[in-house]
C-alpha cells in the first residue's frame, strides 16, 4: 500500500470514525425500525404526526442509554454475542422510559402496544447484522493492516521499556511499534524490550520521510524539561501524532482521562462517579422505581406494619442516623425488627445470631428484607438510591474508617436499599475488619463502573439472591 492510500485509509477507519458512524447508524436503525414496524402493523398506512414524535423521543432516549451503557467502546465491535446481550436490556429500558413517559402524560392508550413491541424486535435485530457486518470489516481490515498505526517511541530509558511493555501487556493498543530512537549513541543497547533501537532523533526525521508513520511517543521523564521542548521542537516538522507519555505515576493511573483547565491538559485522577446524563438517569431510575415498588408492595407493608405493632410496644418504624452522600448524616427508615429500647450511639451493636434484642416478628422480616421496605421513603425523599452502597450507623462508620483506608470513598455516591456487595453475599454482620474490607472493595468497584445495565444486574440479582439471606440476623 503506497504511503498516500494509507494515509486515507486511516482517515476513514480509525475507531473514533469508526464508533461515530456506529452511533449515526444506530439511530437509524431504531427510526427505520419504527416507521417499518407500522407499516407492518397497520397495512402500509403512514404513520400519523404524534408517532413521528414517540419515534424521535426514542432515537434521542436510546442514544442516550446506548452512551451510558457503555456500548460503544472499540473492543466490544468484535463481540457480537457479547453486544446482543448489551442491546436487548438497554432496548428494554428504553422501553420502560416510553412507557413511563406515555403513562405521566396520560397518552399511553393513544400508541399501540403491539406497534411497540415490533419496534423493538426490528430494532435489536437490525442493530445485531449491523454488528455482524462491523464485525466482520474489522477482520478484514485487520488482515490488510487497515486498522493498525505505525509508531515510534522516543526514550530508550526506563520509562520507554515500561511503556512498551505496558503497550504490548494491554494488547498493542492497536498500534505496530517499529522501533526506538534515542541521542545516547553509546550509552544503551541496540534494542529494548526487543525493540531495536534505531538512531538518534536527527535519524528520525530522514526515518519518517522513507517509513510508514503515524505517532510518535515521547517516553522521557518529566524532569527533563529542556530536553522535552526541544524535542518537540525538533518533531513539528513531521506531519504526524505527537505524543507525551506519562511520567511514572501515570501508569498508576493507565486508564484515566485527560482533560483541559484553561488550556492546561489535565491528567484526572477521579471523576465525579454521576454527573449530567449519568446523574438525570440515576435520579429518574430511582424515583420511577420507588414508586412503583412502593405501589406494589403497600398492602404488604401494611400488613407488617400491622404485625408489629400487634406483637410488641414501640412504634412501627425504626430510625437511625447514617452516614450518607459526601458525608451527610441523614435519619434511615427501617420497619422495627428489636424491641424498643434506648441504645447509646457510640454503643449501636450489629445484629447478631440468636440476638435478644430481635422481636419474634423481626427476625423474618430481616431474613426476608422486608424490614428495608421503608427506606422507599429515603429514595423519594432523595437521601438514598435504589441501588448503592448500604449505608451504616453513624458509630460503625467512624470506627471501620479508622482502619480501612478507602472506607469513606463509599460516600461518593448516595447509599442504596441494594448493592453490588449485597448481591455477593457481604450483607448482615460483619464481624471482621475483613469482611468490612471486602464489602468497602465491591462498594468502590460499583462506584467506579456504575452503568445502568449495573444497575439493572443488581436488581435482577437482588430478585433472586438479595431478599432472603443467611447472613440477616
Known amino acids: 500500500m503506497s504511503r498516500q492510500s494509507f494515509g486515507k485509509a486511516m482517515i476513514?477507519?480509525?475507531p473514533a470514525v469508526i464508533l461515530g458512524l456506529l452511533r449515526?447508524?444506530?439511530?437509524?436503525?431504531?427510526?427505520?425500525?419504527?416507521?417499518?414496524?407500522?407499516?407492518?402493523?397497520?397495512?402500509?398506512?403512514?404513520?400519523?404526526?404524534?408517532?413521528?414524535?414517540?419515534?424521535?423521543?426514542?432515537?434521542?432516549?436510546?442514544?442516550?442509554?446506548?452512551?451510558?451503557?457503555?456500548?460503544?467502546?472499540?473492543?466490544?465491535?468484535?463481540?457480537?454475542?457479547?453486544?446482543?446481550?448489551?442491546?436487548?436490556?438497554?432496548?428494554?429500558?428504553v422501553a420502560a422510559l416510553l412507557i413511563a413517559l406515555a403513562f405521566f402524560t396520560k397518552d399511553a392508550e393513544y400508541y399501540s402496544r403491539a406497534w411497540a413491541g415490533l419496534w423493538l424486535t426490528l430494532g435489536a435485530f437490525g442493530m445485531l447484522i449491523l454488528r455482524?457486518?462491523?464485525?466482520?470489516?474489522?477482520?478484514?481490515?485487520?488482515?490488510?493492516?487497515?486498522?493498525?498505526?505505525?509508531?515510534?517511541?522516543?526514550?530508550?530509558?526506563?520509562?520507554?521499556?515500561?511503556?512498551?511493555?505496558?503497550?504490548?501487556?494491554?494488547?498493542?493498543?492497536?498500534?505496530?511499534?517499529?522501533?526506538?530512537?534515542?541521542?545516547?549513541?553509546?550509552?544503551?543497547?541496540?534494542?529494548?524490550?526487543?525493540?531495536?533501537?534505531?538512531?538518534?532523533?536527527?535519524d528520525l526525521l530522514?526515518?519518517?520521510?522513507?517509513?510508514?508513520?503515524?505517532?510518535?511517543?515521547?517516553?522521557?521523564?518529566?524532569?527533563?524539561?529542556?530536553?522535552?521542548?526541544?524535542?518537540?521542537?525538533?518533531?513539528?516538522?513531521?506531519?504526524?501524532?505527537?505524543?507525551?507519555?506519562?511520567?511514572?505515576?501515570?501508569?498508576?493511573?493507565?486508564?484515566?482521562?485527560?482533560?483541559?483547565?484553561?488550556?492546561?491538559?489535565?491528567?484526572?485522577v477521579f471523576e465525579k462517579?454521576?454527573?449530567?446524563?449519568?446523574?438525570?438517569?440515576?435520579?429518574?431510575e430511582d424515583r420511577v422505581l420507588a414508586a412503583l415498588i412502593l405501589l406494589v408492595f403497600s398492602p404488604v407493608m401494611l400488613m407488617v406494619a400491622a404485625i408489629i405493632k400487634l406483637t410488641s410496644p414501640g412504634p412501627v418504624l425504626f430510625k437511625q442516623k447514617r452516614y450518607g452522600f459526601n458525608n451527610n448524616v441523614f435519619e434511615v427508615y427501617k420497619f422495627r425488627s428489636m424491641h424498643d429500647?434506648?441504645?447509646?450511639?457510640?454503643?449501636?451493636?450489629?445484629?447478631?445470631?440468636?440476638?435478644?434484642?430481635?422481636?419474634?416478628?423481626?427476625?423474618?422480616?430481616?431474613?426476608?428484607?422486608?424490614?428495608?421496605?421503608?427506606?422507599?421513603?429515603?429514595?423519594?425523599?432523595?437521601?438514598?438510591?435504589?441501588v448503592g452502597p448500604r449505608p451504616h450507623a453513624v458509630a460503625h462508620n467512624e470506627e471501620y474508617s479508622k482502619i480501612i483506608g478507602q472506607y469513606y470513598g463509599r460516600h461518593r455516591v448516595k447509599p442504596g436499599i441494594t448493592g453490588w456487595a449485597q448481591v455477593h453475599g457481604y450483607r448482615g454482620e460483619t464481624d471482621t475488619p475483613d469482611k468490612m474490607e471486602k464489602r468497602v472493595q465491591y462498594d468502590l468497584y460499583y462506584i467506579d463502573h456504575w452503568s445502568l445495565l449495573l444497575d439493572l444486574k443488581i436488581l435482577v440479582m437482588t430478585a433472586f439472591v438479595g431478599f432472603v439471606n443467611k447472613n440477616a440476623y
Open 24 to 93: 449515526v447508524a444506530d439511530a437509524a436503525i431504531i427510526f427505520l425500525s419504527a416507521i417499518a414496524a407500522y407499516f407492518i402493523r397497520h397495512d402500509w398506512e403512514p404513520p400519523p404526526e404524534p408517532y413521528y414524535l414517540a419515534m424521535l423521543i426514542g432515537v434521542g432516549l436510546s442514544a442516550q442509554v446506548f452512551h451510558m451503557g457503555r456500548l460503544y467502546s472499540f473492543r466490544l465491535l468484535d463481540q457480537v454475542v457479547k453486544q446482543l446481550t448489551l442491546i436487548v436490556p438497554m432496548l428494554v429500558v
Open 341 to 386: 429500647r434506648p441504645v447509646e450511639a457510640a454503643r449501636v451493636a450489629q445484629a447478631t445470631r440468636g440476638d435478644p434484642r430481635i422481636t419474634p416478628i423481626g427476625g423474618f422480616i430481616r431474613r426476608t428484607s422486608l424490614d428495608e421496605l421503608p427506606q422507599l421513603l429515603n429514595v423519594l425523599k432523595g437521601d438514598m438510591s435504589i
Open 206 to 268: 530522514e526515518w519518517a520521510r522513507t517509513n510508514p508513520l503515524d505517532l510518535i511517543i515521547l517516553a522521557l521523564p518529566w524532569t527533563a524539561e529542556a530536553r522535552l521542548t526541544q524535542l518537540m521542537n525538533e518533531l513539528r516538522v513531521v506531519p504526524v501524532d505527537v505524543q507525551l507519555a506519562p511520567d511514572h505515576i501515570g501508569f498508576r493511573l493507565y486508564d484515566r482521562g485527560v482533560t483541559h483547565l484553561a488550556g492546561v491538559p489535565m491528567l484526572t
Open 132 to 202: 455482524v457486518y462491523v464485525a466482520l470489516k474489522l477482520r478484514k481490515w485487520r488482515r490488510k493492516g487497515e486498522l493498525t498505526r505505525n509508531a515510534v517511541v522516543v526514550g530508550a530509558g526506563d520509562q520507554g521499556r515500561r511503556l512498551i511493555e505496558h503497550i504490548r501487556a494491554s494488547g498493542g493498543g492497536g498500534l505496530q511499534l517499529a522501533g526506538i530512537f534515542d541521542d545516547r549513541k553509546t550509552r544503551i543497547p541496540r534494542e529494548i524490550a526487543g525493540l531495536p533501537v534505531l538512531g538518534t532523533t536527527a
Open 273 to 284: 462517579p454521576l454527573a449530567g446524563w449519568s446523574y438525570l438517569i440515576k435520579s429518574i
Open 12 to 14: 476513514k477507519r480509525t
